[in-house]
């Protein structure tokens, strides 16, 4: 599949065919479509895109992306930006 931008995030995209071989090994969840949901311990639903990168950050000017692992989806689904002069799309 391909990268794919995730809202509300400013510039970042996660991997949408991302699988448990691109995530830390102990980690527990079900992985689908890049994206891992566990239960906490309290009942509530967490989920994680598991392969994530900032859009416009280079390594060494050659022109790879800075893969840098995970970000909380649930905390992005449920977060409203103040403005975009600090976090631009």
Known sequence: MA???IPNSGGW???NAATAADTYSDTPGTISGG??????L???VRETYIK???THVFLAGNGTYLAVGEL???FLDNYTPRG???YPE
């Open 3 to 5: 990268f794919v931008a």
């Open 13 to 15: 995209e996660y991997d």
């Open 35 to 40: 994206i891992r949901t566990h239960t906490t």
């Open 42 to 44: 309290g009942g509530a």
């Open 52 to 54: 994530c990168r900032k």
């Open 72 to 74: 909380d989806k649930t």
């Open 84 to 86: 975009t002069a600090l």
